[in-house]
């Protein structure tokens, strides 16, 4: 099992920054594919960014491309992604998700972990 944790989360005018944090706790941390989706308020859940176990591999989101990047720390169990200029639209609840193996993926249901989610709100 892994737990995973969010935070970071917050209320920030457009143009903004918050940095999202993923901890994670159970199993080997470096052994897991991360990512990160968001789901704003009647919509689906969609894919923001993903890397890979070493953190050697990352994709992003056409909408999130570069204003969002995605590191992980392995030695600490986190993932971390940074969030730069940011918009309304990305206003969404945020959540960081995790799964076995070496390739990173940008589909929802291939993750076998999820955390609680962290609400990110961007006011204009």
């Known amino acids: 099992q892994v737990q995973l944790v969010e935070s970071g989360g917050g209320l920030v005018q457009a143009g903004g920054s918050l940095r999202l944090s993923c901890a994670a706790s159970?199993?080997?941390?470096?052994?897991?594919?991360m990512a990160w989706f968001r789901q704003a308020p009647g919509k689906e859940r969609e894919f923001v960014a993903a890397i890979s176990w070493s953190g050697g591999s990352t994709r992003y989101a056409d909408s999130v491309k570069g204003r969002f990047t995605l590191s992980r720390d392995n030695a600490k169990n986190t993932v971390y992604l940074q969030m730069n200029s940011l918009k309304p639209e990305d206003t969404a609840v945020y959540y960081c998700?995790?799964?076995?193996?070496?390739?990173?993926?940008?589909?929802?249901?291939?993750?076998?972990?999820w955390g609680q989610g962290t609400q990110v709100t961007v006011s204009s």
């Open positions: 159970g199993r080997t941390f470096s052994a897991y594919a």
């Open positions: 998700a995790a799964r076995g193996g070496r390739s990173l993926y940008i589909v929802g249901y291939v993750y076998d972990y």
